[in-house]
């Protein structure tokens, strides 16, 4: 294999051409991997286990059913036909939920504030983004950690909006920098807003930040009817404190979310052997339950509403009760969610990519991969946390986010699958090739038109060999992928008007340069 | 979720507990990954799309065939039915085909020098181990490659001993200081042998090598009938040049190897776009081809002799015509092939695992978690190639093949996939903690019974939050990858008595120390 290597090396003349011809932008259609590509190869439950999920479901739903709902909520899902008991928890039984997914939303767009960024969430369609409310921000330069700002929010989208393969921007971390929680929440919106035009997620602090929070979002939409018309937000609702309580604040944001037109996740974010059952089985099952519950308040608030079935169960270390999100099982949790999700008909997201490793090393690496190329031959619609995220949640590293394009790329190359039809299994080409041509493949027509359709080439990635590697000084991976960061962050513009970006910093306070 | 985190993590109270339980070793049938696991939830190729190759696959045989046989091996195939054409090609009828597939061997075991390691191949039981013949070593520490040693091949061996996630050892790469051609075969034999008991794979570069290796091996296993009846080494044979050539003298190898009692690998390894189809679909089918063929072959010198279907096809960067093995469509290739493996019912193997990267980094872990976790879903009965592979096969590097115990451990998991059944869905569980108990599932029996049994815990991947890991010197992946190499070097010893030990090195030039 070697030789055959060395051999093919020495070539050289044709080469040139190649990379030429590579480095000519493709039309979209022609791009060998795009948004929303349906997964759905990998089934890691059985069709029987699904239904054993969704029957165990049901069962907790209506014998042990959910705590803690804001009145509200209780006189909203009494309404459909939930039951409250003395005990102070709400019991559904079994046709209330079924009228519920009856009624819910299905194939519904996630918007971008520019079109191009729509996300159609229907059946196994993939699409891979930021999420989280890490703390800190990973310095790899430094090889350290420090408490993360509105400025860095704002250069995580800002880089992101750059990279092909990310394809939303919910909100990866905390303006630790703004003290007030309801500045944080504006501070949010309008680092996310102006530095991408892809669809944003928020997590409101607060049912009373809603409000405020929309005025600001008019403005930046053109008016309240510009928003309704195309919301371009959608806000992220722990509305449930595992096991199976309510969580009645968040309950309350979300009704206003709903009001306000704004698209929500029901974001059930139990652990694994802590606030969710330790196995696998388990933890999925009540997170299905805490989703269903979920899609019965939204639908009994809003009939066809449209919200994101957000089963998000966590992974845990046993050993020390620390959450783990690079393990194999959390990979298993987040396909097993992709399964009930497409069972359902619902559009759903699970947590992929995260590490638990502190820095962009080789644990990283494989940790991001395993889940988020998992969660994408699952089919899942929306992998949260798919890019830039360590340290189990806890640090966001813009570095590690430039890389994932090329992660999340070779991932999505995965997902696309393998086309067999008669012009790729080029039995006619292998007759020309071994019966009349020179014994190979290289150069010809077939292989020259398909050499961008259908691969994917990393960015970052090295596929030198290393005597290309030792004569370029070594490119080592890291140091690349801060140079990108840093070309993006000098190349890229404010993504409102100037006008706009005025009258937003004259009425509020923003913490970053944009 | 940060909340929740800081609170769990200010328990402490049993973690001490939990902490020692994880150090007690586990029974083996009480560990949560092993060596066979079942995968195959992950499906690439629809059943229809097996049949489409399977049916090109038969027509490239009738129509193309296959051409450079040696004399022995015309006689042999045209003996059962294939015809000799006049332009100097093999062509092989269906029916010829069939009656191989009817003849081959199938649920073989390959085995190790000790019986804990033996390997079933059959179904989509699960495999991972080295292979390849990198001319490199990688020095993590110097940030170079070196040309590899006998010496470096033996401490491989020795290492991937002491690697539970490593089931079988491949020679990964070529012995450069011994510069005799048999020498090297007889080098690579024994510096194998002598560091680990599981099954070894060989590849001799020469037909006249085989019998004077016998001697050895024979040296080695306790006499000829010891070596027939366990067969601890197999060989890998490039009995074929991609396109539809048969290696002549490769060919000639395999014959003596099978004469010899040696289960023999029948390797394609087309490069996609090279010396196979550039479609995933086309690369496939051609090696699919040629391993048919090479059944043919087997099955007319031996009926029923053990061989696995080695579709090999390889990744191939079409800008610049270099091997790429960490690409996304290298992933899709193999996982491809253990379909094909398992539509006829055959043990197969392919590559995995490899990644293009120089060094153990970031891209290093993503390139390899993808093969691996993809291969090992698609149950791939032997993943070659799986652990320390870089450059695109040119280098390889004990560092990495350290980490790799942890990589195949994270993918082994999700290979293991899910148990649903009453215990694991928890509905008791469930009840008796939110309707009757303290609200969460930590420390319930259930969870610690299932701590040890159903999770993998990394050795050296990090899940330490920030600030532990700070108050640790934050701890480097690589320099700790090191640290264990080196003590697993110091501790190994030779695994030949001292006896067999002088009287190997008696008989034959070693270039190593054992």
Chains 1, 2 share one sequence.
């Not at 929309?214 to 371009?232: S, T």
Request: charged share 20%; glycine share 10%; hydrophobic share 40%.
């Amino acid at each position: 294999m070697t030789d055959v290597l060395e051999k093919k090396s020495r070539r050289g003349g044709g080469r040139a051409a190649r990379v030429a011809a590579r480095a000519a932008a493709l039309p979209e259609d022609m791009r060998p991997i795009r948004a929303g590509m349906e997964g759905g190869t990998l089934k890691v439950l059985s069709e029987a286990q699904v239904a054993q999920i969704h029957e165990a479901a049901l069962k907790a739903l209506e014998t042990i059913g959910l705590a803690d709902a804001p009145q509200s909520g209780i006189d909203l899902m009494v309404g459909v036909g939930a039951i409250f008991g003395t005990d102070g928890r709400l019991r559904f039984p079994r046709q209330v939920v079924e009228d519920a997914l009856g009624k819910a939303a299905r194939n519904i767009t996630l918007m971008g504030r520019d079109p191009v960024h729509d996300m159609e969430l229907s059946g196994t369609k993939v699409h891979y983004g930021t999420a989280g409310a890490a703390v800190h921000v990973v310095d790899s330069a430094t090889n350290s950690y420090r408490e993360s700002t509105a400025q860095d929010l704002h250069d995580a989208a800002r880089i992101m909006q750059a990279l092909d393969n990310v394809h939303f921007f919910q909100r990866p971390m905390v303006c630790r920098d703004v003290l007030d929680n309801l500045e944080m929440d504006m501070n949010s919106i309008y680092a996310s807003v102006s530095g991408t035009t892809k669809h944003i997620g928020m997590s409101f602090s607060d049912p009373t930040h809603v409000a405020p929070c929309m005025d600001l979002i008019h403005m930046l939409a053109g008016g309240e009817e510009a928003w309704r018309a195309r919301p371009f937000i959608s806000n992220s609702n722990c509305f449930v404190v595992p096991p199976m309580k309510f969580a009645t604040e968040s309950c309350e944001t979300m009704e206003n979310c709903i009001r306000a037109g704004m698209p929500v996740l029901l974001l059930s974010a139990g652990m694994s052997g802590a606030t969710a059952p330790s196995t696998i089985a388990g933890a999925v099952m009540q997170a299905t339950a805490e989703c269903l519950a979920g899609l019965v308040y939204v639908n009994a608030l809003s009939p066809g509403y449209p919200a994101i079935f957000g089963t998000w169960p966590f992974g845990l270390d046993l050993r020390t009760g620390a959450m783990c999100l690079g393990s194999g099982e959390q990979a298993l949790l987040s396909s097993a969610c992709a399964q009930m999700h497409q069972f359902y008909g619902l559009p759903g997201g699970a947590a992929g990519g995260a590490s638990d490793s502190k820095m962009p090393d080789m644990q990283a690496g494989w940790e991001q991969m395993c889940s988020n190329v998992m969660a994408g031959l699952s089919g899942l619609n929306l992998v949260y946390e798919a890019a830039g995220m360590h340290a189990s949640l806890l640090g966001f590293c813009l570095d590690s986010l430039v890389l994932a394009d090329d992660l999340i790329g070779q991932a999505m190359r995965c997902v696309r699958g393998i086309e067999v039809n008669e012009e790729t299994l080029a039995l006619d080409q292998m007759a020309e090739v071994c019966l009349g041509g020179n014994g190979h493949y290289l150069g010809t027509d077939k292989t020259l038109a398909l050499m961008q359709r259908d691969f994917v080439y990393p960015t970052l990635g090295n596929r030198m060999s290393p005597k290309e590697w030792d004569e370029n000084q070594k490119p080592d991976l890291i140091v690349n992928a801060r140079a990108r960061k840093e070309k993006i962050l000098a190349e890229g513009r404010c993504l409102v008007t100037p006008d706009l970006d005025r009258r937003v910093r004259e009425k509020y306070a923003m913490y970053f340069e944009s």
